[in-house]
């Protein structure tokens, strides 16, 4: 069955770097675009970014413009979000998300949280 493990969530300092990585099993990874999203406390979620399964991105939030990039492996069927200069407004549990048929989303994992705080 589709998986999608997240990890690499921790505690920041404004300014810091963290990566994130999603390992995915169960499916042909290479054929399947995939995207990153996040939800911080109290909010709704917020597609961060995404890319087609040629390992070209797709666009940024504007939060994250310049400061996130995304990108995958399809030999270790690994999607990552590296995250530089980390800001508060960043805390969020992030999800790893999997596009179905006409990139709608099928597929989600259980999330890793990133807390930016001093």
């Known amino acids: 069955q589709v998986q999608l493990v997240e990890s690499g969530g921790g505690l920041a300092q404004p300014g810091e770097s963290l990566m994130l990585s999603c390992a995915a099993s169960g499916f042909t990874f290479s054929v399947y675009g995939m995207s990153w999203a996040r939800q911080a406390p109290g909010k709704g979620l917020e597609w961060v970014s995404g890319i087609y399964n040629t390992g070209v991105a797709m666009n940024y939030a504007d939060s994250v413009k310049g400061r996130f990039t995304i990108s995958r492996d399809n030999a270790k069927n690994t999607l990552y979000l590296q995250m530089n200069s980390l800001k508060p407004d960043d805390t969020a549990l992030y999800y790893c998300?999997?596009?179905?048929?006409?990139?709608?989303?099928?597929?989600w994992g259980k999330g890793t949280l990133v807390t930016v705080s001093s």
């Open positions: 998300l999997r596009f179905g048929d006409s990139y709608s989303v099928d597929y």
